[in-house]
């Protein structure tokens, strides 16, 4: 990253991201899409701000009341705009949903809190009014992680966390920062620039989600070979619960008990609300080199990606592009539809660090990389992706207003199970949907495994969310019987509570109920969201 996006807010209502970047489909990209999947405009345009379709707030005037007493009453906010800027998340369904109107799920108000107290007083009246909470980061939430149940409570309140963005403190001996979760990534970024810092975590989502998010949804950056991934960053944390305040980790590691830090990375809301990070930080890359490697085959490639993973000095990125994902461009955004696509798998490995560590882990890549079938493309390929990095979720947009329905959908296994899980989840998605244009990359290594992210595109039938829903129960059971994860870095939400269930157990289950319900005795932290029930 050279210098960190700041894109404007509100980010689009009905789309993603920054209003002033929303991308024109490339014209080759138009045609194949009518020529190779017979994708054709939808019968209805999408709609208008002014025509979505709200439901009447249900909070009686006496808790907005009680609510204004502990934020300041600008800081509730039952408007029309707040509310459907807080209405789910920013899944293809999602979207799909807010294009046609609907914002059914909207909740009846938002309120911004100031503090940690804010948040443990908003919490006391929310449990005694039966209120359900949805803590809010920067509402990029795939997996809806922003819908709870409403039913049983007396209305729904999302908590944003926007106004809980501080870097408190730099501990430059031990290499932490404290931070707010509110922050948005580039925000923090540009903080922790000033101390000569980064935290090194650039996910797609980058320009909008939080830190608070990051945490509580173990999310996964692109630079995750280097880096690490954001639960790895986490050294401490301050969790606000309806039963009081928890403060965790007093050290790097321990082996006093548990490490409950655990318990609140991918808890989603549905435990506590995390007000405060510290993070482990690094001193900001003297030197960024990317560049790109090809290989014939994914299965070449992926040989070669688990060796640099399991024989240390890895690159700080490392992604394998599929074939397909390859051919189409979008293995390198900028060149998306670009005629004469390359063949083979693309490979981007990128560099940051001082420049003899850079240097080092260069050589010691290209010498295992050509020992196992690559060709250097030189740094072109590398920094055309590390360009468009951020540019893939604009074109989503387009595409849907073209008729195409666009998603992606990610799981993670042991090296030994990749190629079966690849070949299966391909599968299920061919299967579901006919003729798809379905790509995947490799998006993050460990010396024991990888995850693998799948992109697929099809023509929108009539009922596109019915269309997306069936391939994607197809996915999930492919992923669950090939040995997968039913997600890496997306986290669980309502979407994949079923395979989650599947995937802990009864016995996982009801430690989670068990952790819940002492917590949060009356169930009003994201309900429905990543607890299985019976
Ligand atoms: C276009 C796009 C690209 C994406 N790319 C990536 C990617 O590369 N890697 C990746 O990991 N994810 C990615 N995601 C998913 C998403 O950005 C992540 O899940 C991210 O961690 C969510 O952060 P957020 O601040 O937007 O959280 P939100 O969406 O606001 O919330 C996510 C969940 O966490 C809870 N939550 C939020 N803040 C707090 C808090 N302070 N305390 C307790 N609970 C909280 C919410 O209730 C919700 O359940 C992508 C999403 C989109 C739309």
Request: with cysteine.
């Amino acid at each position: 990253m050279e210098s960190p996006l700041l894109p404007a807010e509100p980010m689009l209502w009905s789309g993603w991201g920054d209003p002033a970047r929303a991308a024109e489909l490339p014209a080759p990209v138009r045609e194949l899409l009518t020529e190779l999947l017979g994708v054709r405009p939808p019968a209805a345009p999408a709609a208008t701000f002014g025509e979505v379709r709200l439901p009447p707030a249900a909070l009686p005037q006496a808790v907005l009341a009680a609510l204004a007493a502990v934020t300041g009453e600008e800081h509730v906010r039952a408007d029309d705009d707040a509310r459907i800027r807080h209405t789910r998340g920013k899944s293809t369904p999602d979207l799909l949903l807010m294009r046609a109107g609907d914002a059914s799920d909207a909740p009846d108000a938002v309120v911004l809190p100031g503090s940690h107290e804010e948040v443990v007083e908003v919490l006391r009246l929310c449990a005694e009014h039966r209120v359900a909470v949805v803590p809010f980061g920067g509402g990029t939430s795939v997996v809806g992680g922003l819908t709870p149940a409403r039913r049983g409570y007396a209305g729904v309140v999302a908590l944003d966390l926007g106004r809980l963005d501080r870097l408190r403190s730099v501990d430059p001996v031990s290499m932490t920062a404290d931070l707010e979760p509110g922050l948005r990534a580039p925000q923090a970024e540009r903080l922790l620039a000033g101390h000569g810092l980064t935290l090194g975590h650039f996910p797609q989502s980058y320009e909008y989600a939080t830190l608070g998010g990051f945490a509580a949804a173990r999310s996964s950056g692109q630079a995750s070979a280097g880096y690490g991934r954001f639960d790895d960053m986490v050294v401490g944390m301050t969790v606000a619960t309806p039963r009081g305040t928890l403060e965790i980790g007093r050290a790097p590691k321990s082996a006093a008990g548990p490490d409950l830090r655990q318990v609140f990375l991918g808890s989603e809301g549905a435990f506590g609300v995390i007000t405060s990070l510290r993070l482990r930080v690094h001193r900001a890359p003297a030197v960024r080199a990317y560049e790109g490697w090809r290989f014939e085959t994914f299965a070449a490639g992926t040989a070669a990606l688990r060796r640099l993973a399991q024989e240390g000095a890895p690159p700080t990125v490392l992604r394998l592009s599929d074939e397909t994902e390859t051919m189409v461009g979008l293995a390198k955004p900028t060149d998306l539809g670009t005629p004469g696509g390359d063949s083979g798998c693309l490979v981007v490995a990128g560099f940051e660090g001082a420049p003899g560590d850079v240097a080092h882990r260069r050589e010691h890549a290209a010498a295992l990389l050509v020992e196992a079938g690559g060709v250097h493309l030189g740094p072109e390929p590398g920094e055309k992706w590390a360009q468009g990095r951020f540019s893939a979720p604009y074109l989503r947009d387009s595409l849907l207003a073209a008729g195409a329905t666009v998603e992606t959908l990610e799981t993670a296994c042991f090296w030994s199970d990749l190629p079966r899980l690849y070949d299966a989840v391909r599968l299920a998605l061919l299967g579901a949907l006919g003729a798809p244009l379905v790509m995947c990359h490799i998006s993050h290594v460990y010396a024991t495994g990888a995850s693998l992210y799948f992109t697929v595109v099809t023509a929108q039938t009539g009922d596109p969310l019915a269309q997306w829903a069936a391939a994607k129960r197809a996915a999930g059971e492919a992923i669950v019987a090939a040995g997968g994860t039913i997600s890496h870095h997306h986290g669980v939400g309502r979407d994949h509570l079923e395979a989650y269930a599947a995937e802990i157990g009864d016995l996982g289950g009801e430690i989670l109920r068990g952790i819940k319900e002492r917590l949060d005795p009356a169930g009003i932290l994201n309900p429905g969201v990543l607890i299985p029930v019976y």
